[in-house]
């Protein structure tokens, strides 16, 4: 009960920006931070197990979302589109699903999500909210764009925004390290 209060409350929101065109949901941190590992995560489905670690050099594009979230389901094709382009560039776009319901914590149900979804990206199954609160994340779907130094430099919540998600994802390609 308390989760569906705190998805109206964001919704309702993410509603009033975008009806007053308020770029408060997404932007570029004034102070960038290093990008908390990956950290709690039960399964990694489409990949091993990813550190930010071992993608430093790399931009990383980090998806929070869960599978039965419409706002998720109508961002996903931005993300997958993002990742065919740009991952032989140098993106790795990470998916955390995190689950709103109990049903979601279910690997079975999310190897089909991902499935249906056509997700070919690594996936890292957040069950205990452990990478969601590294991030301090309240939103799905939320973005973040982490440089090639580890630092995390764009973040988007909801949707939209898509074509200043990709300049932000093409400038930091085009960026030396």
Known sequence: MLLRLKNLAITALLVAAAATGSAAF????????????????????????????????????VEFWTYTC???????????????????????????????????????NVKTAIKRFGITYPVAQDNRYATWSAYNNQYWPAI?????????VYSRFGEGAYAETEAKIQALLAQKE
């Open 26 to 61: 997404a932007g570029t941190p004034k102070n960038p931070a290093t990008a908390p590992e990956f950290t709690g995560i039960d399964t990694w489905l489409n990949s091993e197990p990813l550190t930010m670690q071992q993608l430093r050099g790399k931009v990383v594009l």
């Open 70 to 108: 419409i706002n998720c389901i109508n961002t996903l094709p931005y993300v997958r589109s993002w990742n065919q382009k740009y991952k032989d560039q140098g993106l790795t776009v990470v998916g955390v699903h995190t689950p709103e319901y109990p049903f979601e914590r279910s690997t079975g």
């Open 144 to 152: 973040y764009l982490i440089d090639k130094k580890g630092q995390v």
